[in-house]
């Protein structure tokens, strides 16, 4: 599986990274985060996303939970057990309370539902504080 590269210039611009599988949302999110000045990253898969997190710096990582190979939640409990404090925001279509206790156990900085409220998406990118 590939990974679609969309980099803001200039370099000095925050970084995301996109990780999901579903093309529509990751174009969607892509667009909307670039003209906000973000450079921006996608990755299909959950052990693509791995790969570029351990290999690159990032702002934060827009995590979905269900993913090829790989669910989210794996690659979020991946990261904190290496002690990567890279900002993860869960961005899934699953709203079921547990899912969201756990991932926040987990170490998440965030979580939305999609269709994805914009708005707090980027107050949670944002926001060092909010979680």
Do not use: C
């Not at 290496?82 to 156990?105: P, W, Y």
Request: charged residues 25%.
């Amino acid at each position: 599986m590939g990974q679609d590269i969309m980099t803001a210039e200039p370099a000095t611009r925050r970084h995301i990274l996109i990780a999901d599988d579903d093309p529509m949302s990751r174009d969607m999110l892509s667009r909307r985060l670039a003209r906000q000045g973000f450079a921006v990253t996608t990755a299909e898969t959950g052990k693509s996303a791995l790969s570029l997190l351990e290999t690159g710096r990032f702002h934060a990582v827009l995590l979905d939970g269900m993913m090829p190979e790989m669910p989210g939640l794996d690659v979020l409990r991946h990261l904190r057990g290496a002690a990567n404090q890279t900002r993860v925001i869960m961005v899934t279509g699953k709203a079921l309370s547990n899912d969201i206790e756990e991932a926040m156990a987990l170490g998440a900085d965030g979580y939305v539902t999609k269709p994805v409220d914009f708005r707090k998406l980027m107050a949670l990118i944002e926001d060092e504080k909010q979680g």
